[in-house]
């Protein structure tokens, strides 16, 4: 079984920041890749920022500058730092993390919310 935690998500002013995290309860595997998408109201889900097993990021255009993806595969976690937010930025903000063969599996979901 895995279990995904999310947290840190809240509502902000613009050029604020957060960070999100996200534990996953596993028996004792570790993700190939682990990442945030993101989904605002009438859009799709987006991919933000995805970091691989051995800690090489990639980020969607709109964050590069602003987000830092990163993971402890220790512990288990991804975090997601979030700075200079934008109201574009507001959407709820999914953890994924992707077991190659064994799966893929989604978090509930944590609403980030950025005014302006």
């Known amino acids: 079984q895995v279990h995904l935690v999310e947290s840190g998500g809240g509502l902000v002013q613009a050029g604020g920041s957060l960070r999100l995290s996200c534990t996953v309860s596993?028996?004792?595997?570790?993700?190939?890749?682990m990442g945030w998408y993101r989904q605002a109201p009438g859009k799709q889900r987006e991919l933000v920022a995805g970091i691989t097993r051995g800690g090489i990021p990639n980020y969607r255009d709109s964050v590069k500058g602003r987000f830092t993806i990163s993971r402890d595969n220790a512990k288990n976690t991804v975090d997601l730092q979030m700075n200079s937010l934008k109201s574009e930025d507001t959407a709820v903000y999914y953890c994924?993390?992707?077991?190659?063969?064994?799966?893929?599996?989604w978090g509930q979901g944590t609403q980030v919310t950025v005014s302006s």
């Open positions: 596993t028996s004792g595997f570790v993700a190939n890749v």
């Open positions: 994924n993390v992707n077991f190659g063969s064994y799966g893929t599996y």
